[in-house]
């Protein structure tokens, strides 16, 4: 999944959903939640297709080669998913 000839080809966003129907149809819960890299734009955008919104930000939470990096807090509730398809 992570292989650059598998970049971009909504597998992430796919596998996500997927979790998400599972977490949210059979298991009922209310809410997902996750943290990203602030600098990882491309997981932030297929999140966001799955219906997650920005709800926070921690400043210099994670050291990474050598830097701080910010780590965007994101939630979704079931109220929210978005319809198959």
């Known amino acids: 999944m992570f292989a650059p000839s598998h970049m971009g080809r909504g597998l992430g966003t796919e596998a996500t959903r997927l979790v998400l129907d599972h977490a949210f149809r059979s298991m ?11 600098f990882n734009h491309g997981a932030i955008a297929s999140y966001r297709k799955c219906g997650f919104v920005q709800e926070g930000r921690e400043r210099d939470s994670c050291w990474l080669d050598g830097q701080w990096h910010d780590d965007i807090i994101m939630g979704l509730l079931a109220t929210e998913l978005p319809s198959p398809g």
């Open 28 to 38: 009922n819960l209310h809410r997902v939640d996750l943290r990203v890299l602030a």
